[in-house]
């Protein structure tokens, strides 16, 4: 279904990613520690949107409506109700409408939606944010909370940290049916770590991967998990990171990109939406990701546009076998030769359809609320020349982005067109 009014992204911006391995995150070794603390939720949230509205020149008093995404600011910092931190962010939000949207690593992607729904609906200028604080516990506590992505009672005892858990049974089953290894997730990880280090909000800007590293087990990539049955087939390279950090955009309508002085050509229009949901308690075919793909092809099919109309994508690489998996659903290749795409280059910064240019989930990091919001303004970022030294050569026509929650239980799609 069309959408009511056109709905047009014009800016954004992030905050750095940070975590363990960033040189500027306070931990007890730091030379700083004790001195300085990290960013808190409402710092994080506060800086995203201060830049934002810096970037577009909005005027905080003309936003109609605010839209946040977070997973679990309950568990890591004993926050909820953050649709009223977000109309915190700013003097000028108060008494605006605000909420915050919940969808495990979605969320960000449906705060995003939600936005574009509302101008839709009649608004004209609308801010879509998101957020995550996650470094603040354990791994094993935080592995806990992250765990309620999941169906809890039923697959929180495969391992002390369930999702890689659920993402090893997934490697374990691409490998019996049809051979994937180490040596092809290798290519994912030194992709995401390489893109990372030539982009300075990442938090992996200064921790490089070889091929050597990502594709062996040792002490410098353990397998880590407990179940004996899955460590085999996961290893640190392998993982997105625990990271802290925020994402904020603007989107208007036609009357909100004019009174901005903006033409379409100044802004990337949203073509195309998908959204799709599977059941939490049941389990699909764990070679593939059905509802990231169907999300797909419900974008696609809006904006009227097949993958080799694409020029750049963020997909959701919360793992390295999510990544190849998402080259399927795209309909990029067939899953069993996915990893060579990636080995050749065919999804590098400037290859035929560059994938995940700022290090994705394991290199740009994965605050998981602000991921989704994170996807559509980097392609944002790409199509408008603001990447960089990791801008890819070839001006994007179209993107499209890939935002998964959980186990593939929910997908949110966007299909981008640089304004013309």
């Given at each position: 279904m069309a959408l009511a009014r056109r709905v047009f992204i014009v800016g954004g911006a992030h905050t750095p990613f940070i975590g363990k391995g960033h040189p500027d995150f306070i931990w007890k070794k730091h030379p700083d520690f004790g001195v300085r603390d990290n960013p808190t939720i409402h710092q994080l949230l506060k800086d995203a949107v201060g830049a934002a509205l810096a970037q577009t020149r909005v005027d905080p008093a003309s936003v109609d409506r605010l839209y946040v995404g977070n997973f679990v600011g309950e568990l890591f910092v004993r926050q909820g109700h953050l649709g009223s931190a977000l109309a915190g962010a700013h003097p000028a939000f108060a008494g605006k409408p605000a909420a915050r949207l919940e969808a495990a690593c979605a969320s960000g992607g449906l705060a995003v939606l939600a936005g574009i729904d509302a101008i839709a609906s009649g608004a004209d200028t609308v801010l879509a944010a998101g957020v995550e604080v996650q470094t603040n516990e354990s791994a094993r506590v935080g592995a806990d909370y992250l765990a309620r992505a999941a169906d809890y009672d039923r697959q929180r005892s495969i391992d002390e940290f369930t999702f890689p858990a659920l993402f090893a049974a997934r490697i374990k089953a691409c490998?019996?049916?049809?051979?994937?290894?180490?040596?092809?997730?290798?290519?994912?990880?030194?992709?995401?770590?390489?893109?990372?280090?030539?982009?300075?909000?990442?938090?992996?800007?200064?921790?490089?991967?070889?091929?050597?590293?990502?594709?062996?087990?040792g002490?410098?990539?353990?397998?880590?998990?407990?179940?004996?049955?899955?460590?085999?087939?996961?290893?640190?390279?392998?993982?997105?990171?625990?990271?802290?950090?925020?994402?904020?955009?603007?989107?208007?309508?036609?009357?909100?990109?004019a009174a901005l002085g903006l033409r379409p050509a100044d802004a990337v229009e949203v073509r195309g939406r998908g959204h799709a949901v599977a059941s939490?308690?049941?389990?699909?075919?764990?070679?593939?990701?059905?509802?990231?793909?169907?999300?797909?092809?419900?974008?696609?099919?809006?904006?009227?546009?097949?993958?080799?109309?694409?020029?750049?994508?963020?997909v959701h690489d919360c793992f390295t076998v999510a990544e190849l998996l998402s080259y399927e659903a795209i309909g990029l290749c067939s899953r069993r030769d996915a990893a060579r795409l990636c080995a050749e280059g065919i999804t590098a910064i400037n290859g035929q359809l560059p994938v995940n240019t700022g290090g994705g989930l394991i290199g740009f990091g994965h605050p998981v609320g602000a991921t989704g919001v994170k996807q559509v303004l980097e392609v944002y970022r790409q199509m408008k020349g603001l990447c960089g030294s990791y801008q890819v050569p070839t001006t994007p026509v179209w993107g499209l982005t890939a935002n998964m929650g959980g186990d593939d239980k929910t997908a949110v799609s966007l299909a981008l067109r640089n304004g013309d």
């Open positions: 490998n019996q049916a049809w051979g994937l290894n180490d040596e092809d997730l290798a290519h994912f990880a030194v992709k995401a770590y390489g893109n990372a280090n030539r982009n300075p909000l990442a938090h992996m800007v200064k921790r490089t991967m070889s091929y050597e590293v990502a594709s062996t087990a002490e410098n990539n353990p397998n880590f998990l407990a179940n004996e049955d899955l460590a085999p087939w996961l290893k640190i390279s392998d993982c997105s990171q625990v990271s802290d950090g925020a994402s904020a955009l603007l989107m208007v309508s036609e009357q909100g990109l939490l308690y049941e389990d699909g075919d764990p070679t593939s990701l059905p509802t990231v793909a169907m999300a797909m092809r419900q974008a696609k099919a809006e904006a009227g546009i097949d993958v080799d109309d694409i020029g750049v994508a963020e």
